[in-house]
């Protein structure tokens, strides 16, 4: 994965005939790639406001495992798996471990000042930690084979079931989300989306191709609206008359969850907050992943643009927008010129992202090499000018230098740093056999 070095962004928000501006959006780096986002609030602009400011940062931890929620569950799964080893299992472990790796495993465990019993215990117990390890990361290997980009749809849902989590409280006020996640790769952008709503990513390539994350809205999403139908039919006949679900039916546009004054009604099946709707609407996201052409325009938008139509009217509104941006025509433009329309009342929230050109001049070509995981270019190879800057440079680092096969090579990260200093850039051409054939 290459980082998005390059960007341009444009935004354009109104409040339109509302009261009040309920729309939120959310664009910035995070790791490897780079996060956009838009959420429209209802019923307030509360639950909109909380989940933009956290959304980066939940993702951010979401990579790398560290919300409450991932912890508690690894934890959980720990326990299980610990709780299904026998007694054989971990005599076998003990047996077949190398003494040497075994000594190691036993420091700082306060073996060698135990008791015989405690001793046991404490083997015991070093079996049980090394054995769970092990099945988990067997565990880890067999989902990563089924789906390379596990940890980025993991991030994705665990980043909208904690910020779910947040808003036990949030009644009459919710959101939608429509978050994307970008990365730069050989092939072109990845870009991984995460739904809920009727808000949308939309993907316009160079070549016109429109590509637009799932509408959750109940006027176009069928497939949620028999879900939901299903389960109002099933309550129904089991008389369930306590469940929301004996309660709510669906109109043409709205979802609602009681008749009469105590009805309140929502234009889409799955929503941040709303806990009135608990155990009606979908709560967890809609996942979906597009690979795109490098100088594709990715946009997020929010309901306000369109007049409620058809999913084809929504589309053809996306596009509209997304051809004019190609075309040159300045967000503020298209929001003005939207912004006139008397068909359009809601807030209107049009964030587009798109890769540009690298303005730092290519000063020269190096061969990269690998070694396993380590990318790195031979010092002798890099050009005279430059080649003991970038070697100063990496010997303040003890991780930036690697030796092969007698040579002695700079890792990439450490040119690619100097790179961003220098305001340069080298073409690089990648070999996956030992230089030294």
């Known amino acids: 994965m290459n980082s998005l070095d390059w960007l341009t962004l444009a935004v354009y928000q109104a409040i339109n005939q509302r009261h009040s501006q309920e729309d939120r959006w959310v664009a910035q780096p995070v790791e490897d790639g780079y996060l956009l986002a838009v959420l429209d609030g209802h019923g307030g602009s509360y639950v909109a406001d909380f989940a933009a400011s956290r959304l980066a940062h939940y993702f951010r931890m979401a990579l790398i495992r560290k919300l409450p929620l991932q912890i508690s569950a690894h934890q959980a799964r720990r326990e299980k798996i610990e709780a299904a080893l026998g007694p054989d299992e971990i005599e076998a472990w003990i047996k077949g471990r190398d003494p040497d790796y075994l000594d190691m495993d036993l420091g700082f465990t306060g073996y060698e000042e135990a008791d015989e019993a405690g001793k046991r215990a404490i083997l015991d117990q070093v079996a049980r930690d090394n054995l769970v390890d092990k099945r988990i990361k067997q565990q880890r290997e067999k989902a990563i084979r089924l789906d390379p980009h596990r940890d980025i749809h993991d991030a994705l849902r665990d980043t909208v079931t904690q910020l779910q989590s947040d808003f036990k409280n949030s009644h009459r006020t919710g959101s939608t989300l429509s978050l994307a996640y970008v990365v730069s790769e050989a092939n072109g952008l990845q870009i991984f989306t995460a739904q809920l709503g009727d808000s949308s990513i939309a993907i316009l390539s160079p070549e016109g191709e429109l590509r637009v994350t799932p509408d959750h809205s109940v006027q176009t999403c069928i497939a949620d609206r028999e879900r939901i139908q299903a389960q109002i039919d ?45 155990g009606l609407l979908f709560r967890e996201p809609e996942l979906q992943d597009f690979t795109v052409p490098q100088d594709s325009l990715i946009l997020g938008v929010t309901d306000g643009v369109y007049n409620a139509g058809s999913l084809e009217e929504r589309h053809a509104a996306y596009r509209e927008i997304a051809e004019g941006l190609r075309a040159g025509e300045s967000m503020e433009a298209i929001g003005t010129e939207l912004l006139s329309r008397e068909t359009l009342t809601d807030n209107i929230t049009m964030v587009a992202l798109r890769p540009a050109p690298d303005p730092r001049p290519i000063v020269g070509t190096l061969d990269v090499w690998q070694d396993g995981d380590t990318a790195y270019v031979l010092t002798q190879s890099l050009p005279e000018e430059y080649r003991n800057d970038i070697r100063v440079a990496g010997l303040f680092d003890w991780r930036a230098l690697t030796h092969v096969d007698g040579d002695e090579g700079v890792k990439l990260w450490v040119i690619k740093r100097f790179e961003r200093r220098k305001g340069i850039r080298f073409e690089y051409r990648s070999h996956d056999r030992k230089h030294s054939e």
């Open 234 to 278: 099933e309550a129904h006949e089991r008389k369930d008359y306590d469940s929301i679900l004996c309660r709510a039916y669906i109109g043409d546009q709205y979802l609602m969850n009681g008749g009469g004054d105590y009805g309140y009604g929502l234009a889409m099946t799955r929503a941040l907050g709303d806990t009135e709707f608990d």
